[in-house]
């Protein structure tokens, strides 16, 4: 079937580290990826997203690309904030019913 | 301003006593969903609307219940609720889940604990 996996948590960083959360799936056709945010106290959020192969999402500084070969869309920003810190989601689409989430991955940034 | 709300945000409640909780968007969406989030288990869905009076289980529907009477409503129901049902629980809207890059939004979320 079709699955997400991300990275275990939780990640806690210094301010201005690089960040990667890795995220790989599984699906029988060409998904849609995302990823959503989910600040504390708060709904997800779209953070970014990437329609099809060697697309790449960004947004606030984050960035990820749709890789076909390895199935994968790896999060990543080049320097953290403590404001960046929150839960991140890994979510794929493949025209069905539902996004298929991960797990999530808790991150905290550090002054 | 483009939202999806949820009532209550906090509910506690004891088990078997019917509970609802309601879901509402304002951007005239046709999808609509009900996630549970519940630690190390991600988010998982219950149930799931393609449009008004269109219905259909998603992962976890054991124990709920949903109804789309209007297209920018879609209650959560409990009919007897349970402790393994405590969890926090979001609502989704999009335009269309089908073409595949709708972004969907969420609602704040519902805290519910089951006693």
């Known amino acids: 079937g079709n699955s997400v996996t991300q990275m275990e948590g939780p990640v806690t960083l210094s301010e201005e580290a690089f960040l990667t959360i890795n995220c790989t799936y599984t699906?029988?056709?060409?998904?849609?990826l995302f990823w959503y945010v989910q600040y504390p106290g708060e709904g997800l959020q779209l953070l970014l997203k990437?329609?099809?192969?060697?697309d790449k999402g960004s947004n606030k500084g984050f960035e990820a690309t749709y890789r076909k070969e390895t199935t994968s869309f790896h999060l990543e920003k080049g320097s953290v904030q403590v404001s960046d810190s929150a839960v991140y989601f890994c979510?794929?689409?493949?025209?069905?019913?539902?996004?298929?989430f991960g797990k999530g991955t808790k991150l905290t940034v550090n002054p | 301003e483009a939202q999806v709300t949820q009532n209550p945000r906090y509910l506690i409640t004891v088990t078997g006593k019917k509970l609802t909780v309601t879901c509402s968007q304002n951007m005239n969406h046709e999808y609509m969903s009900w996630y549970r989030q519940d630690p190390g288990l991600g988010l998982r869905q219950i149930y799931y609307?393609?449009?008004?009076?269109?219905?259909d289980k998603g992962d976890v529907p054991e124990g709920y219940k949903v109804s789309r009477k209007e297209k920018r409503n879609f209650p959560l129901i409990l009919e007897s609720p349970s402790p393994n049902q405590t969890s926090l629980y979001f609502c989704?809207?999009?335009?269309?889940?089908?073409?595949?890059?709708?972004?969907?939004?969420f609602g704040p979320g519902t805290r519910l604990t089951v006693l």
């Open positions: 989704a809207s999009s335009l269309a889940s089908t073409l595949g890059t709708d972004t969907q939004y």
């Open positions: 990437a329609t099809k192969a060697d």
């Open positions: 979510a794929l689409d493949l025209r069905s019913e539902k996004l298929v």
């Open positions: 699906a029988t056709g060409y998904p849609s």
């Open positions: 609307s393609m449009n008004v009076e269109v219905t």
